[in-house]
């Protein structure tokens, strides 16, 4: 059975950091892409960055360039989102997702498979 278990969402100021963890269980964790997602209330899920686990390739959507950042450790079968300079507009359910997207589409919430239950993100100006 997948299991994705994010955690570490919560409350930060404007310019704050924090930092998303997920737990990745059942699998096959090195041949997969693996996503962080995010959904505000009323808007669309959008993709935020994504890594290939085999390789380490990584994309991240323009809105957090230079901000964000993914990382994995494979030992421990886990991915990680450090956020930075955090923004109000950032506030939103972010999501773990695991999948085998076309490496055209590594940004594309409909190519993943796996998700997550989310945890809230909330940026305050």
């Not at 999948?99 to 993943?112: D, F, N, V």
Request: hydrophobic letters at 35%.
């Amino acid at each position: 059975q997948v299991q994705l278990v994010e955690s570490g969402g919560g409350s930060a100021q404007a310019g704050g950091s924090l930092r998303l963890s997920c737990a990745v269980s059942g699998f096959s964790y090195s041949s997969a892409w693996m996503g962080w997602f995010r959904q505000a209330p009323g808007k669309e899920r959008e993709g935020v960055a994504a890594i290939y686990i085999g390789t380490g390739s990584i994309y991240y959507a323009d809105s957090v360039k230079g901000r964000f950042t993914i990382s994995r450790d494979n030992a421990r079968h886990m991915v990680y989102l450090q956020m930075n300079s955090l923004k109000p507009e950032d506030t939103a359910k972010y999501y773990c997702a695991a999948g085998r997207p076309p490496a055209s589409l590594p940004l594309q919430p409909a190519t993943y498979e796996y998700w997550g239950q989310g945890t809230q993100v909330t940026v305050s100006s």
